[in-house]
């Protein structure tokens, strides 16, 4: 009996899955990238090249000499802001991380204001008594005083470009060219802060783990507002200048202002690299949801790999609208200037004439703007995802309802940008 064939047969199949396996693991293989992390101390950077949120961890708590549970470690941008893996597939190579163990304290944004114009104020907060006033009194006087110590040279407001105005962009963790660029993403960072607190919050409710129907609803309303942030930039226009208001536009119209010839077209694809808005739909959809599915673990997610499979290929059941180049409109006039708009309770600011800033004048009103809030006039937390959870205990949820929900999170219908003296923390009743 010749035996030969059968084994040709089965080497020729051996052969064949194991360049299948070859390939099938390449084409998943993500490019490396190089990023800089180090601990809440600042005390060392070291490099790390990765390709994804958990190879980062773990290579960065291998050089850290960081022992606790990858799960219990968490990464942060020098700003503060929390990293998860959607976020870090949009982080520029040689972004500076931090990473955090439990228990460990990160140094609060007014901390890096303190610190950096420090820096850039040397002669005068190293003045004897006044320094010491300045580092005692409460945050409210240093910032009024910060105001008043600000330079009021305009000579370099209107420069755009790095070449142009270096100064500007000196430290900053950035790859952006431009001012504009640079603010647009950072406003885009506030709105995406949003959207994962939302998220959070609805995940970490009884009503979602224990209400089998509410939460296919909540799954289901996650997705549109991950679709339709898409479609809107994140709102990173309320902080581009270019995006400005004529100055003969009536308040609350939809149409005119000064964005330049290449801006977007009505086919929802603006100018900036780092805008979700050029990723294509496949390639979003992988962005929003996190790993392929052969790569997830479907016991993090309480899910078999056939139901990841499904909500991966699930389509949001309310309708993605386009938004009107017209109605993407700034919070700033056409020079870069902000103004306060008061407490959520009043129409206006009290201290107009004192709040009001220009991040695009100097690197001083630039990190002072960070101290600047967008304040949900109806509470996100205390009012906004309460009504969304006991809404989804409903089959369905109203279109009408989700989109309302979404401007009320996510939009300036709800949203007012303020100084950080009117900013009132306490319950809007």
Known sequence: MNMD??????????????????????????????????????????????????????????????????????VFLLDGSEVDEEYFKTLPAQTTLILRRPGEKLLTEADILYQMLKKVNESYLSSGQKAEEFLTDKLKVKLAVLHKALNDDDSKTVLSNRKDDPAWFDGLETTSQTKEAYLHRRCQDRIRGYLYKTIEQIKASEIYNN??????????????????????????????????????????????????????????????????????????????????????????????????????????????????????TALCDKKGEFRCSGTWNRNECLYSDCHKINPYRSKEE????????????????????????????????????????????????????????????????
């Open 366 to 429: 630039l990190v002072l703007f960070s101290t600047w809030n967008l304040d949900h006039k109806i509470e996100r937390s205390r009012t906004l995802i309460p009504q969304l959870l006991e809404a989804a205990r409903k089959d369905i949820l109203d279109e009408n309802e989700v989109v309302e929900i979404y401007n009320n999170l996510f939009t300036s219908k709800n949203l007012r940008l303020v100084h950080i003296v009117c900013h009132d923390k306490s319950s809007h009743k």
């Open 5 to 74: 064939k059968p084994d040709s047969k089965m080497s020729s199949l051996l052969s064949e899955c194991y360049h299948k396996l070859v390939d099938s693991t390449s084409s998943t293989e993500l490019p490396l990238k190089g990023y800089k992390v180090t601990d809440v101390n600042r005390t060392r950077k070291i490099g790390v090249a990765c390709s994804g949120l958990q190879e980062f961890k773990q290579k960065a708590c291998a050089k850290l000499n960081v022992t606790e549970d990858l799960e219990e470690i968490e």
């Open 211 to 328: 209400d089998k129907k509410a939460r296919s609803v909540l799954e289901s309303v996650i997705i549109f507002f991950k679709l339709q942030l898409k479609k809107d930039h994140y709102f990173g226009f309320y902080f581009d200048r270019t995006y400005s208001p004529k100055p003969d536009m009536k308040e609350g119209a939809e149409s005119g202002n000064s964005l330049p010839d290449d801006e977007t077209d009505g086919s929802g694809i603006c100018r900036y690299e780092h805008c979700p808005c050029r990723l294509s739909w496949s390639d979003y959809e992988k962005f929003i949801m996190g790993l392929n599915v052969d790569e997830v673990d479907a016991k993090k997610f309480d899910r078999t790999k056939e139901e990841i499979q499904q909500l991966k290929e699930q389509k949001s059941i309310y309708k993605i609208t386009i938004r009107n180049v017209k109605s993407m």
